[in-house]
């Protein structure tokens, strides 16, 4: 059994997502994971998918096929590194340039490995201010956890870290 990670983006239309798993089951693959999004007029979506070996190349061939959809595949093998800690965080700061970047060298500094990132922009409720927030999930190879929410939390004084899930 292959795993193949698909990034597919396209302007954005009606019946994408049935066309992409269409294409999936006529091939006999199974959809395994996947986010999708609306993105400035923009399809964009990252799809995990398991098909038999003998089924890769056509499920590959025809994925590149459909039309107004740029798609790019990868071989993958499934990860077996166990790692002690699993979270998930919420954070919730006035938005900035580089906040992203920001958090990211944090999380990699304090030997965490960032395994999703779904961030967003919205205005404060009374203020109007402009908020950043994000949920992130963090693959720790040790318990630091308190070291992990303490650097984040030093980025700026306006960062909230909540710990919503330690898997």
Request: hydrophobic share 40%.
């Amino acid at each position: 059994m292959n795993h193949l990670v698909i990034s597919c983006i396209g302007p954005d239309k009606t019946g994408i997502v049935d066309s992409l798993s269409k294409v999936v089951s006529q091939h006999k693959g199974n959809w395994q994971m996947s986010s999708l999004h609306h993105l400035a007029t923009f399809f964009a979506g990252v799809i995990e998918v398991t098909v038999d070996k003998e089924n890769t190349e056509a499920l590959t061939a025809a994925l590149k096929k459909i039309d107004g959809l740029s798609c790019q595949i990868e071989l993958a093998e499934p990860s077996s590194t166990p790692t002690s800690t699993n979270l998930v965080l919420e954070l919730t700061a006035n938005d900035r340039v580089d906040i992203i970047q920001e958090v990211s060298s944090v999380i990699h500094h304090q030997g965490g490995n960032l395994i999703k990132l779904v961030s967003e922009q919205s205005s404060a409720p009374h203020t109007g201010q402009l908020m950043f927030k994000a949920e992130v999930q963090v693959a720790l190879k040790n318990d630091n956890l308190y070291d992990l929410v303490s650097a984040l939390e030093n980025i700026a004084d306006d960062l909230m870290v909540d710990v919503t899930k330690s898997l």
